[in-house]
């Protein structure tokens, strides 16, 4: 074998270095490689050659040599936006296997995002339909209805600006999904109209039936619902503001209390009716003996014959509104009293101051008689 002298390897070194610094810098470009540029041309776009496939944008747009990175970067997400937004139809897959699974993923996202933006849209018209629909439902209920004007639309203004999805347009879901503010407005004037039916708070202030008002919590009955049954104690009292309840005894003695306040025999109740008034009896019991008997039993079973909509009153709200109603008659008579006395003593001091007066006026024309006399 020929031993190789030091002047061939003096020789092949050079040559390496050559290769490597033209390959480097020969036309101020890094990848400027003039073989693979004849064997597999870009930019005349033959494949009989080389398909490049999905790297042919990429080649002939010059973007591989770029080292500028936001421009790179720009480029890369146009691409990938613009293919997936057209479902890669705009791909030219050659028949390498990665390109062909590339290709088929780009249109199978592109496809979902495509059904998830559709189903978001659904969605988003579902939900303003149903919001109006429910706000509808809300200014035809009956509920509704009776508030005053200024309420009404306190209560439109906050259902547009924070919409709560509810089942039902009744007045649960219309008093508890509001503020506490609008809230004890809503039950102040629906409440306070439902109170006034009592015979018991007919003389009672309107502070005192406000501040009963906010104690009422909404209630929804459907159809064929017991809300009392016969021989069960009483616990509660429920005013009804919608639909109808139905008043029965296995005695066949229905007694209810109307409207009206009084009581009678009264098969049905309405709006403006309530049950569990025995209730207030037992309640001024408890005020007067704190160790009374426990709660009434009910002597007849009442139900809901149509879907009902009220308010209800727990007997131990109602026992410390009459505790704080007794406490206001309390104050209320000390202050008359007080005012009496008040009252008593200026009337007297004006009526002392008077005579002093008169007693000083006879005294002087006695004075003045016997002068002249």
């Not at 049905?268 to 008997?293: M, T």
Request: with cysteine; net charge neutral.
């Amino acid at each position: 074998m020929t031993q190789r002298g030091p002047l061939f390897h003096s020789i092949f070194f050079f040559t390496c270095m050559a290769a490597i610094s033209r390959s480097f810098y020969c036309d101020d470009s890094l990848r400027d490689y003039k073989f693979l540029d004849e064997f597999c041309p870009i930019t005349t776009g033959n494949k009989t050659n080389y398909d490049f496939g999905l790297f042919e944008d990429a080649l002939q747009s010059g973007i591989v040599g770029v080292t500028y990175f936001p421009q790179k970067f720009l480029h890369c997400l146009r691409w990938g936006l613009q293919n997936l937004s057209a479902f890669g139809q705009n791909l030219e897959a050659s028949t390498d296997i990665l390109d062909n699974i590339f290709a088929i993923c780009m249109t199978n996202f592109g496809v979902v995002l495509f059904v998830f933006l559709i189903g978001k849209m659904q969605s988003d018209t579902e939900r303003s339909r149903s919001r109006e629909q429910k706000l509808k439902e809300i200014k035809q209920g009956p509920s509704f209805g009776r508030l005053s004007s200024r309420l009404q639309q306190k209560i439109k203004n906050y259902k547009q600006q924070n919409w709560i999805d509810d089942k039902h347009a009744d007045v649960v879901n219309l008093v508890n999904n509001l503020p506490q503010g609008l809230r004890s407005q809503v039950k102040g004037e629906l409440g306070t109209e439902l109170l006034r039916n009592v015979k018991e708070f007919e003389r009672w202030g309107e502070k005192e039936l406000v501040d009963l008002s906010d104690c009422l919590n909404p209630v929804f009955f459907t159809d064929r619902t017991r809300i009392f049954r016969e021989g069960d104690p009483i616990d509660e009292m429920v005013f009804v503001l919608e639909g109808k309840l139905w008043s029965h005894s296995a005695r066949n003695v229905t007694i209810a209390t109307s409207s009206d306040g009084h009581n009678g025999k009264k098969d049905y109740l309405r709006y403006g009716d309530f049950c569990g008034e025995e209730l207030i009896a037992w309640a001024q019991q408890k005020v007067d003996n704190p160790s009374s008997s426990n709660l009434p039993i009910s002597t007849t079973t009442i139900q809901a014959l149509t879907e009902v909509e009220g308010f209800y009153l727990l007997a131990s709200d109602l026992k410390n509104a009459f505790i704080e109603h007794r406490r206001y008659q309390i104050v209320r008579a000390v202050r008359l009293i007080q005012t009496f006395w008040r009252f008593r003593r200026i009337l007297r001091f004006k009526m002392n101051q008077r005579r002093s007066i008169n007693l000083e006026n006879s005294g002087d024309v006695a004075f003045t008689t016997n002068q002249t006399s």
